[in-house]
């Protein structure tokens, strides 16, 4: 498994960790922010690099997982936020409404609709609400088993656009990489949200999936957000 370094920081984290607090993960690229050569270049070159290279669609560790980055003079750190098992149900379940978005019916209609996708496509989908950082952070990889075959989505309304979402490398091979910028662009707008409610944004994200999901493979798979 590769990792991912950040910055003049001696930890590292699985690339499924990735953080997108402006909107941008990180890649598995190293960047050497505390040697001499950072110092010739200006922070503004770095982040306009940084943008191009990253992956728009990639789910927000600094939402779901409790890792945020602050931009130091000169300097990026990496900072392990959350991490509170507490937060997680007792038993088992694919749907964890820590921030209560959800009501009991939708909840239980959202559990059906996933345990259907997973018999019908072999993909496991699994879904976080929760509001950074009341979240139970590192302990969800744990506990949902997070493998290539998963669909992490985090419902989290604290940086504007509601839906972020981490996919396993068996679904990026299947799904392209702008149907997640389009769902989130769709449904996790704060325009969206704010009009029809956490929970709506949730729903439809979450029958867009499984829409997508059991579309066959081609050139043209999961070319509209239903």
């Known amino acids: 498994m590769s ?30 922010l505390c040697s001499t050569e950072r110092q010739t270049k ?18 927000s560790g600094a939402l779901a997982l409790g890792i945020s980055l602050a931009v130091l ?9 959350v991490n509170k098992p507490e937060l997680l149900p007792k038993e088992f ?10 009501s009991d019916g939708q909840e239980k209609r959202l559990t059906q609709e996933i345990a259907d996708i997973e018999k019908d ?12 950082p009341d979240t139970p952070g590192l302990a969800i990889r744990d506990f949902w088993q997070v493998d290539d075959r998963t669909i992490v989505f985090v419902a ?17 091979l299947d799904i392209p990489r702008s149907f997640w910028s389009r769902l989130a662009g769709k449904y996790g707008n704060i325009f969206y949200w704010k009009e029809k409610g956490e929970d709506a944004s949730i729903e439809a994200a979450v029958m867009a999936i ?17």
């Open 210 to 226: 499984s829409s997508c999901l059991r579309e066959p493979v081609g050139p043209s798979n999961c070319s509209e957000v239903k």
């Open 121 to 132: 496509t072999g993909f496991k989908l699994r879904v976080l609400s929760q509001n950074y």
């Open 3 to 32: 990792y991912l370094h950040l910055g003049c920081s001696s930890l590292t984290f699985p690339t499924t960790l990735r953080s997108a607090i402006l909107k941008q993960p990180l890649n598995t690229t190293k960047f050497p």
């Open 42 to 59: 200006s922070t503004k070159s770095f982040f306009a690099d940084f943008r191009s290279k990253s992956l728009k669609w990639a789910f």
């Open 73 to 81: 003079p000169g300097c990026v750190e990496a900072k392990v936020g």
């Open 156 to 172: 989290d309304p604290t940086f504007g656009n509601i839906l972020n979402f981490n996919v396993g490398a068996t679904v990026d």
């Open 93 to 102: 379940t694919t749907v964890i409404d820590v921030a209560g978005f959800l």
